[in-house]
């Protein structure tokens, strides 16, 4: 296997189980709680291996996140991307962050996310819930140091380049 494919099978699992967790149906109540796995596994995978995944890759995934929950066309993937595009350009600086930073760097990423979703909701007039619309922020800044130690592992794992 040539060194630019090896492990992308694995780059293109991890991003499919995230849209799969994504659009999982929760209970009513927990489903506000629920954290934004695809922005989770963009950021990691931008942060591990900028060269792989980047901006095309984040916008198409926010498109397949628009079609599977039934949002606007174009309101993850302009969310995602910008994202990715932040991601990619302080990439080299993020990695060597002591974990504590790293994630609150993330919990701003995941804050510039929602943020954009909540701006294009409210050009649409949708009616905005302050409060839980911002628990997915607090939910994917707790989960950010397991999921990032589990790609990292996996990545190691594989030998992921």
Do not use: N
Not at 121 to 136: E, H, K, N, V
């Amino acid at each position: 296997m040539s060194e630019h494919t090896h492990g992308g099978w694995l780059v293109v699992l991890t991003l499919i189980a995230a849209l799969v967790l994504s659009i999982w149906h929760l209970p009513g109540g927990a489903q506000p709680f629920w954290p934004h796995w695809v922005v989770l596994v963009v950021i990691y995978w931008c942060l591990a291996l900028p060269h792989r995944v980047g901006i095309g890759l984040a916008w198409t995934l926010g498109l397949l996140l628009d079609v599977l929950s039934g949002t606007l066309l174009g309101e993850h993937a302009l969310a995602l991307a910008l994202v990715a595009f932040f991601v990619v350009k302080i990439h080299l600086q993020v990695r060597v962050f002591p974990l504590w930073q790293q994630t609150l760097t993330v919990a701003l990423l995941v804050v510039l996310y929602e943020f954009v979703l909540f701006w294009v909701d409210g050009a649409l007039g949708y009616p905005a819930r302050p409060l839980l619309r911002w628990m997915p922020v607090a939910t994917s800044l707790l989960i950010w140091p397991w999921l990032m130690s589990f790609l990292r592992h996996l990545r190691r794992h594989y030998q992921v380049r």
